[in-house]
């Protein structure tokens, strides 16, 4: 997948403090953006280029919690 297709497979959204990052399959991850670090909570499951869509909104360290 084409770093331009992320767009198109994700749906970012911004709300209070975070972004919800929702996939085609309807499966949901979090980014939390702190001021020296970004914590991506879940990462679905694999499908789609998340890496460029987290890459479009942070350019922080970024720590990943699977639930």
Same mark, same amino acid.
């Given at each position: 997948? *084409?770093?331009?297709?992320?767009?198109?497979? /994700?749906?970012?959204?911004?709300?209070?403090? /975070? /972004? *919800?990052?929702? +996939?085609?399959?309807?499966?949901? +991850? /979090?980014?939390?953006?702190? *001021?020296?670090?970004?914590?991506?909570?879940?990462?679905?499951?694999?499908?789609?280029?998340?890496?460029?869509?987290?890459?479009?909104?942070? +350019? $922080?360290? $970024?720590?990943?919690?699977?639930?």
């Amino acid at each position: 997948m *084409r770093f331009e297709e992320h767009k198109m497979y /994700y749906q970012i959204e911004k709300l209070d403090g /975070y /972004y *919800r990052i929702g +996939s085609a399959e309807a499966v949901f +991850s /979090y980014l939390v953006v702190g *001021r020296q670090q970004a914590m991506l909570i879940d990462t679905g499951y694999g499908l789609g280029d998340l890496k460029a869509a987290v890459d479009s909104l942070t +350019s $922080l360290p $970024l720590i990943i919690v699977n639930t």
